[in-house]
């Protein structure tokens, strides 16, 4: 999404005719052992800093980073994607697949370490923050170069974050927060003002708002950039074929192009779980992304293979439509259905999943419960924040009786055309029977799901987050009434006041504090249902070294290089 995760069947069967494979077979409806269990707050996965140890629980996998004395200089490594990325396009991109194309080729003002920590990339260092909170200062490398030949400034630095807060249809808008305006006093320094205190931006900066794209390519290309993207990175944009690949190539102009071993890069679009596998392991490609929880046991027994693996700080979930009638980006209107229109639908819709249940039965324990968009691995969570309200059925039913709605409750529910998505979208229609739901499921491909979401074309919509270091960006592009991603329609002055006073406040109590409070808010109201937190589960050849992958779900390929 930006979303997200999952994505369709169809495409990848186009796109690899050259070798026979036989794709994973759809189960039918999954017969799940539901244990009615009252959930406690959520405990954080393990963590043992990286390395290439294989894991067989919750511990995380890394990679390290490769020597160069063991990788040899050039080849063309190949991702098999399980998703088509949308636009590459920084201010308007919305998926996580997106994300992995930036990683190599539109390098930010910041990044994110193994540890979840904040570390500079285009900058030199943390910004200087004013005593008020009212002004940033950023001081930039010299002497980079963009993939055009332009040379990275102060300027650059300027026209980008101005082009994510003003383009039409931008998705950085909400996560820049209230940027009054940007000095450039020299050509290695940014100075950025703000109307109040915005504590997330230097988070913000870690990511897609952060990435500093090619003034001379945004000139010419306007919102066609990513026809042609051009920013600073080890790679750059070479060619696109709509549903099928994305290549990029070794850009001669990197600032630290001696640490670039691979002449090319080209991402595959496969998105059936099981063909990805067979694709890693008869070697037609080095790396499969978002393995099935289904497949990743048996790579991991492979000798040749590593599963990288990090809990993500994101979560899967139902986000209701409750008054995007109009598309998103315009006025609200509220849906004239029940559970548009009374919470306690939703409530009963939330009390009817088995969060523990899809998670042993349909993730093979890989991946986690989840009840808030809030990652137990954040620094600002909390017990309140990770709480999580019982599955009770019979409860569900009470509530919708007391709605005045007849029981069972039709509701329609769009989800990815793929096999992983089509079994928990199963598992949740046989589940939420008891509740007194019937689930009506829609599968559409991965890009006009997306589009679907953002007309308001859907009554229950089945889609994750990837996750962002800083909670901000996991809450309020999503629930806030100003959010550039609220494609629920959702609108509450109580969580709007909450966090906002959470985007305010410098004081890290303060702020654990709300965000326990805008859970427990958004719980009375469910427009968004929180299921389960899924594991970054990533298959690499072990003829590839230096591909790592830390908690915010991004392969890291960029310095990778086959073993010598």
Known sequence: MTRRLPSLLNRSSRSYRRRPMVAGTMVGVIALALVGTACSPVEPAGNDGGGETQSAGD???FGDPADPAQVKQGGTLTVALSADPDKLDPSLSRSLYSRYVFHTMCEKLYDLGPDAKVVPQLATALPTISADGLSLTIPLKQGVKFADGGTMD??????SIERGLTIAGSGRKSELGPITSIDTPDPNTVVIKLSKPFAPLTAALADRA???LSPAAVSK????FSNAPVCVGPFKFASRVAQNSIKVVKDPLYYDAAKVHLDAIEYRIITDSSIRSANLKSGDA???DSLSTQDAPQLQKDSTMTVLQS??????GLTINVANANGIGKPLKQLDTPIAKDPRVRQALALSIDREALVKSIFNGLNTVACSPVSPKSEFTSDAAQVCPPHDPAKAKQLLADAGVATPYKVSMITSNNPD?????QALQAMVKDGGFELEIKPVEYASLLDQQDRGDFELLQLGWSGRVDPDANIYNFVGSEGSQNVAGYSSPDVDKLLTDARQATDKAQRIKLYGDVV???QEDDPLIYMYRQRNLTGVSKKLLGVQTFPDGVIRTAFAGFAK
């Open 59 to 61: 511990q995380d996998v």
């Open 154 to 159: 102060s300027n650059a630095v300027k026209i």
């Open 210 to 212: 952060g990435m500093v």
């Open 221 to 224: 290309l306007g919102a066609n």
């Open 286 to 288: 080095q790396i499969a």
């Open 311 to 316: 809990q993500s700080l994101g979560y899967q």
């Open 421 to 425: 998505s089509l079994r928990l979208a």
């Open 520 to 522: 427990a808010k958004l």
